[in-house]
């Protein structure tokens, strides 16, 4: 259960109050696991699962907002703000999750300060993540872009192999197919990675992030700058 890292960050007294309520279940790539405009009425902590956030629009068309894989907790920023979920949150790469009911979440936030710190620190963190794909969305080239997506994601799911297709790259990048296409053939002539039969296997990480744009080392930076986290401190004195 601690594959996930937002649970393995938890207070002692606050997994003794939602542990006993949290279920393990396999999803599927594909699988909705909540729709765009509904509230949020379970989260989920991915283990092995690739989660993604999808806006769909009207003429039927989506992208990928924003993805997340062992970090994290599904519609977060939803949840904290008790307001529909402004994209649906799908299975990207399938895998194992843990499901618990938001009602018991809500609870349990409203009774602990350390669990509130730590998800408002937890969407903080994917604010930061969101801003930098904007900006790198504006000023990085496809390749770049590519390869940081593949740095970042197989961080995340802590496995060199990313389960997923050509069309799910050019959608969470916002570019066509053949540019993903175009970009991918240059990272695996770099011999930075292999592609075959909708899985991407990192062969060398360090010629990868030679490729890759600068917003890796901004957020590796993020991440090297930020203080020991309030719920980990307590649970050290505790």
């Not at 703000?81 to 009911?101: F, H, I, K, N, R």
């Not at 408002?120 to 940081?148: F, G, K, M, P, S």
């Amino acid at each position: 259960m601690l594959r996930n890292h937002t649970l393995a960050a938890l207070h002692p007294a606050d997994r003794a109050a939602l542990f006993p309520s949290l279920s393990a279940r396999h999803v599927e790539r594909g699988e909705v696991l909540t729709v765009q405009g509904a509230e949020v009425e379970d989260v989920y902590f991915p283990a092995s699962a690739y989660l993604a956030n999808i806006v769909t629009f009207r003429d039927g068309r989506s992208a990928e907002a924003f993805v997340m894989g062992c970090e994290g907790v599904s519609g977060l920023a939803a949840f904290l703000a008790d307001e529909p979920c402004a994209w649906g949150v799908e299975v990207t790469a399938p895998g194992d999750v843990y499901q618990l009911s938001a009602a018991i979440l809500r609870r349990q936030v409203a009774d602990s300060e350390r669990l509130r710190a730590l998800l408002i620190r937890r969407a903080y963190d994917y604010q930061a993540q969101a801003a930098l794909a904007v900006a790198c969305a504006n000023t990085h080239t496809i390749t770049e872009r590519l390869a940081r997506l593949i740095l970042a994601s197989t961080a995340r799911l802590e496995q060199p192999d990313l389960r997923v297709t050509q069309e799910d790259l050019a959608r969470l990048i916002g570019v066509q197919r053949t540019s993903v296409n175009a970009a991918a053939l240059i990272l695996r002539k770099a011999r930075a990675i292999t592609y075959s039969r909708g899985v991407i296997r990192v062969t060398d990480r360090r010629a990868l992030a030679r490729n890759a744009c600068e917003c890796v080392e901004l957020e590796e930076a993020l991440h090297r700058a930020r203080p020991p986290h309030p719920a980990r401190r307590s649970a050290v004195l505790a």
